[in-house]
Nanobody
Framework: QVQLVESGGDSVQAGGSLRLSCAAS????????MGWFRQAPGNKREGVAL???????NYVGSVKGRFTVSRDNAKNTLSLQMNNLKPEDTAMYYC???????????????WGKGTLVTVSS
């Protein structure tokens, strides 16, 4: 049974940094696609960043240049380095995975329970 556990959420001031982590268990080998999503109160969930097994990445426009997604295939962990945080980044952040291709915001199989990021101005 696949389980995803996020950590690293916190309250920070605008301009600050946070690093989120996600530990994936239950896989016999590394999933093809891993990604971060977020949902702010009153908003729909949106994709933030994706990374495939080969290291290919994709970012939503609002975080490009500020966020960096990475993964460790041997440990089945996913990270999101978030720099220059803005109040509009405030949200619950979720880790998600998909076993095989495609690596897309639309086709995730498993989800974590989330970690809360709050950015104050």
């Amino acid at each position: 049974q696949v389980q995803l556990v996020e950590s690293g959420g916190d309250s920070v001031q605008a301009g600050g940094s946070l690093r989120l982590s996600c530990a994936a268990s239950g896989y016999t080998s590394s999933p093809y696609c891993m990604g971060w999503f977020r949902q702010a109160p009153g908003n729909k969930r949106e994709g933030v960043a994706l990374i495939d097994r080969d290291g290919g990445t994709n970012y939503v426009g609002s975080v490009k240049g500020r966020f960096t997604v990475s993964r460790d295939n041997a440990k089945n962990t996913l990270s999101l380095q978030m720099n220059n945080l803005k109040p509009e980044d405030t949200a619950m952040y979720y880790c998600a995975t998909r076993w095989n291709s495609p690596c897309s915001y639309t086709y995730m199989d498993y989800w974590g329970k989330g970690t809360l990021v709050t950015v104050s101005s």
